[in-house]
């Protein structure tokens, strides 16, 4: 039995689903992995019965192996259970839906906004915020740099990281608030950022970092890309000639 199981999860018939989805709960390994091979092969058709039997299965274990193949298969369609399961009291089920939303992508974005919006202050406030800065979106200029000027620390650096993420598109509304905030901080981050974007050329027009420690970590910057090139160049060329 075993064997045909395992041919018919090789075909990945559609036609099979609620098959192979019943057959993950069981404790022969050889079949509940080629069920959980075939639902990852059949792709998004799967994701709406998986998602259904997520929400009703009672053990951990079959559980697991659910999300396990949703997380595999990071369909749109996933993105709210994804989202719900980040407050998950299994820690390495709210890490891997995390993981799941930042190979999701884009498409999570507006969910993610939205759920920021009720997040409680504090932790679960930072962790969709961080899933966010991961991303990469330029529609999230206006919300990091809005982040910038929080009074929160874990808020601004989260929100520095999304634009130099995003990079290019950001330089614009980055020098425009470097240039108009009347805030020593703010204007000393997006100094800082720029910088990492662009270099020199996007700073040179704007005023001095308030605080010296923002120069001293553009100079850090600065000495370990001239050493890694000539770290390349020399040491690391001399000792692939001479392998």
């Avoid at 099979?16 to 079949?31: A, C, Q």
């Avoid at 979106?137 to 993420?165: A, H, M, T, Y």
Wanted: glycine fraction near 4%.
């Amino acid at each position: 039995r075993e064997q045909i199981f395992a041919a018919l999860s090789e075909i990945a018939d559609p036609e099979s689903i609620e098959l192979f989805i019943k057959e993950l709960g069981t404790e022969k390994d050889l079949t509940s992995y080629s069920a959980l091979s075939a639902l990852i092969k059949i792709g998004k058709p799967a994701v709406k019965p998986l998602t259904d039997a997520f929400h009703s299965a009672k053990e951990d274990k079959y559980r697991w192996r659910i999300f396990t193949i949703l997380i595999m298969i990071a369909d749109p369609e996933s993105i709210d259970l994804f989202i719900n399961e980040l407050d998950n009291p299994n820690e390495a089920l709210g890490k891997v839906a995390r993981s799941a939303l930042i190979k999701i992508g884009k498409p999570a974005t507006t969910s993610l906004r939205n759920a920021l919006k009720t997040a409680e202050r504090g932790y679960p406030r930072y962790r969709i915020l961080s899933i966010l800065s991961l991303i990469g979106d330029p529609s999230l200029i206006d919300l990091f740099l809005d982040g910038l000027k929080d009074k929160n620390q874990v808020i601004r650096d989260i929100s520095s990281q999304g634009l130099e993420k995003i990079g290019e598109p950001a330089v614009e509304p980055l020098i425009k608030l470097g240039q108009t905030t009347d805030e020593a901080a703010v204007r000393d981050s997006t100094f800082l950022i720029l910088y990492k974007i662009q270099g020199y050329e996007a700073t040179k027009n704007m005023e001095r970092p308030y605080k010296p420690g923002i120069l001293l970590a553009i100079n850090l910057t600065q000495s370990v890309s001239v050493f890694s090139d000539w770290y390349e160049k020399t040491v690391a060329s001399n000792y692939n000639c001479h392998k």
